[in-house]
């Protein structure tokens, strides 16, 4: 059979490896080079191209529903084993709070019952909640920390558990976060981070709602696409008096958009945290969510 394997960013360096399993088996194999962000994000272009009967998609889980005539799709998951012992070093400042609520990413959600069974024992009640896009519990994307803000109101605290900001910096919540990185072994609250961003991302809808010219992006990656919705906004935005376009890209290219030199500001009906990248960018840029809030700005501006 021949089989396209297609890796996220941090998964790359185990391609190879991958590759020499499924041609052991007798297959053919090709390895996707494109840059890949998530399971909204699949090579389905690749596999078109190399006819290939089977797209394996490393990382992630299921994200949306895909049918190619002629190529089978599968995710696999890639467990990446964190050293929880970190959950005890961090106790000094969970145990402020009873109520815990604990989410943590797919490469760490095969360790979410150890999570819990770890808080349990230190005396907190645990709760967990599933996403509106992310489908096992506990887990949260990029473009979906719900499973912590659901959880926001139930709870005293929300345990972030995994590497990095970009994911906990997704969430919504009132709530002290916590986040615990296995990677850096160090912990420490969140909530001054977020509330930054909230601050720049409403900077960056009043500047919106100054622009005259605004670009429309949408992306065409599968789990991304939304011409309809980028369509009914440049409607609305033309009603309002503005001069909208919509950009249509395989991949978000910054110095690209900077050739251009004609917008004022962008609104990205593909990945909402494209809003993290406004500095590469050099205009404001804002999300699909935040639509109402403009028209409303832009009514009252009048």
Not at 11 to 16: E, M, V
Not at 64 to 88: C, F, M, N, S, W
Not at 119 to 135: D, F, N, P, Q, R
């Amino acid at each position: 059979m021949r089989i396209l394997l297609q890796f996220p960013q941090g998964l790359k360096q185990f391609a190879l490896a991958e590759s020499a399993k499924f041609e052991k088996e007798g297959h053919e194999v090709f390895l996707s080079a494109t840059p890949c962000w998530g399971a909204c994000d699949l090579a389905l272009e690749e596999a078109k191209k190399t006819g290939a009967q089977k797209l394996v998609h490393y990382g992630h889980c299921k994200y949306h529903e895909v049918t190619e005539k002629g190529l089978e799709i599968e995710y696999r998951l890639y467990p990446i084993d964190a050293d929880l012992q970190i959950l005890k070093s961090s106790l000094e400042k969970i145990n402020q709070y009873k109520k815990i609520g604990v989410v943590t990413t797919v490469s760490h959600i095969h360790q979410l019952d150890e999570m819990k069974k770890m808080l349990k024992a230190a005396g907190h009640e645990i709760l967990t909640s599933k996403g509106s896009l992310a489908i096992m519990d506990g887990q949260i994307l990029g473009c979906d920390a719900s499973a912590a803000s659901k959880l926001a109101p139930k709870v005293d605290a929300i345990v972030y558990v995994g590497g990095g900001e970009f994911h906990p910096l997704g969430i919504d919540a009132s709530k002290p976060i916590l986040a615990i990185n296995p990677y850096a072994n160090e912990s420490y609250f969140l909530n001054k981070q977020i509330e930054e961003k909230r601050k720049k991302q409403l900077g960056m809808l009043i500047a919106c709602s100054q622009a005259k010219r605004i670009g429309i992006l949408v992306s065409i990656k599968s789990g991304q696409f939304s011409l309809k919705a980028a369509e009914a906004a440049k409607a609305r935005l033309k009603e309002l008096g503005k001069s909208p376009s919509i950009l249509v890209t395989g991949e978000v290219d910054f110095d690209s958009l900077k050739d251009f030199n004609s917008f004022d500001a962008y609104i990205t009906t593909a990945c909402p945290r494209l809003t993290d990248d406004s500095e590469r960018i050099g205009k404001p840029i804002i999300n699909m969510a935040q639509l109402p809030a403009l028209f409303s700005l832009i009514k009252e501006s009048k």
